[in-house]
């Protein structure tokens, strides 16, 4: 067999770095325009120690992540009268993200998203992968990144303060080839941002894609629907899919359609009209082909909740986005403090590349070579705008 020197001298560094302390970083953090505190969270069933981050900001937004799945589960922004407020759904212990998590929060991975039938071909081999969402994989699996306990680190600069998180996932893990070491770093900035940089390298040709999965709700009431926020998204086209949520292959213009958010417009405002995608997705649940998308890093979609004055801009690299309006939830999983998350009570922005890329060889690649490095970059910021 031949191993990759150079990818073997990159693990030992891996494990080494984790194992590192630095006390400067480890313990209560020193005075900075974006503080961090480190507490203990909680304990997984086979005693393995989790740990809380809080990061905040000199303009009152904290952001609190946790080092199982990367898990952002708190995130405190102001609104227009300066009242701070969570916009994320999710919960307030351990325990319910282990025993029942729709992704609240979470980093995924291997694969975000849906692969049909949970096989791909990939240098002649077939692959087989878990079928956890009905006859399809998604979202990396039984037990994706959003179920693993990250290595983590801090780095704190004058303007923003960073999480940085390191898992290996081995060769095979949930049916993926090769060895997989995965960063992925949150950047908390003095100007109310969430940075999200992801970084990969393999020892064996793979796929990748991955994405964050926080659900927003910008009014800061969990008992309110997302209904009345106002969307736009730049994109011309998207992806529409069969019955089963995986794209046909092609690609339809978004004009004269309820897909069409070129223009701000309240999610309401058609989500509920007779439209064989949205009676597919019980809603919006598609990926949007973002225009633009080989130029880079650039804005590629917005929210706006009028009442508050919220603002939410993303920025990505990515060629696709995924827009879901909580249509599974269904009043079961409980808020953080009293009730229960309705239905349509979040939406998400999951900024990656196309469901099922590794079967449709005409979508962009998703493929990762030995040697090559995966780099993505996205970014959540948050305004005021009366």
């Given at each position: 067999m031949i191993i990759n020197k150079n990818f073997v001298l990159i693990i030992i560094s891996f494990f080494f770095l984790g194992n590192c302390k630095n006390p400067k970083n480890d313990n209560k953090m020193r005075k900075n325009k974006v503080s961090i505190t480190k507490s203990f969270y909680g304990k997984t069933k086979d005693n393995k120690k989790v740990d809380?981050?809080?990061?905040?900001?000199?303009?009152?937004?904290q952001v609190d992540i946790i080092n199982y799945g990367g898990i952002i589960t708190s995130l405190k922004v102001p609104d227009k009268n300066g009242e701070t407020e969570d916009i994320v759904l999710g919960y307030n212990k351990l325990e319910d993200y282990i025993n029942e998590n729709p992704y609240f929060g979470s980093i995924i991975g291997r694969y975000a998203n849906r692969i049909a039938k949970g096989k791909f071909n990939l240098n002649g081999n077939q692959y087989t992968l878990a079928t956890n969402n009905d006859e399809n994989h998604l979202h990396g699996g039984d037990i994706g990144f959003d179920k693993v306990i990250w290595e983590a680190e801090t780095k704190i600069n004058s303007n923003s303060s960073s999480l940085i998180l390191k898992y290996l996932s081995r060769d095979m893990e949930e049916g993926y080839p090769g060895n997989l070491y995965t960063t992925v770093t949150y950047k908390i900035t003095n100007d109310n941002s969430v940075e999200i940089k992801y970084e990969a390298q393999t020892d064996k040709t793979t796929v990748i894609n991955l994405t964050q999965h926080s659900y927003f709700n910008l009014s800061g009431d969990f008992n309110?629907?997302?209904?009345?926020?106002?969307?736009?998204?730049?994109?011309?086209?998207?992806?529409?899919?069969?019955?089963?949520?995986?794209?046909?292959?092609?690609?339809?213009?978004?004009?004269?359609?309820?897909?069409?958010?070129?223009?701000?417009?309240?999610?309401?405002?058609?989500?509920?009209?007779?439209?064989?995608q949205l009676n597919y997705g019980n809603g919006y649940d598609h990926c949007w082909v973002l225009n633009d998308y080989k130029n880079g890093y650039r804005l590629v979609a917005s929210a706006f909740h009028e009442e508050s004055g919220r603002l939410m801009e993303v920025y990505s690299d990515q060629p696709g986005l995924q827009f879901y309006t909580g249509n599974f939830l269904d009043g079961s999983l409980p808020q953080k403090e009293e009730?229960?998350?309705?239905?349509?009570?979040?939406?998400?922005?999951?900024?990656?590349?196309?469901?099922?890329?590794?079967?449709?060889?005409?979508?962009?690649?998703?493929?990762?070579?030995?040697?090559?490095?995966?780099?993505?970059?996205?970014?959540?910021?948050?305004?005021?705008k009366e």
């Open positions: 809380l981050y809080s990061f905040k900001n000199e303009n009152g937004m309110q629907s997302i209904l009345n926020h106002k969307v736009k998204i730049n994109s011309n086209q998207f992806l529409p899919v069969n019955k089963s949520l995986i794209p046909t292959g092609n690609k339809l213009n978004v004009s004269m359609t309820p897909f069409d958010f070129r223009n701000y417009k309240e999610i309401k405002r058609d989500i509920n009209v007779d439209n064989l009730g229960f998350y309705n239905f349509r009570s979040g939406f998400c922005m999951e900024t990656q590349h196309f469901p099922n890329s590794p079967n449709q060889p005409d979508f962009p690649s998703v493929t990762l070579n030995p040697n090559e490095k995966y780099n993505s970059k996205t970014t959540y910021k948050f305004k005021i």
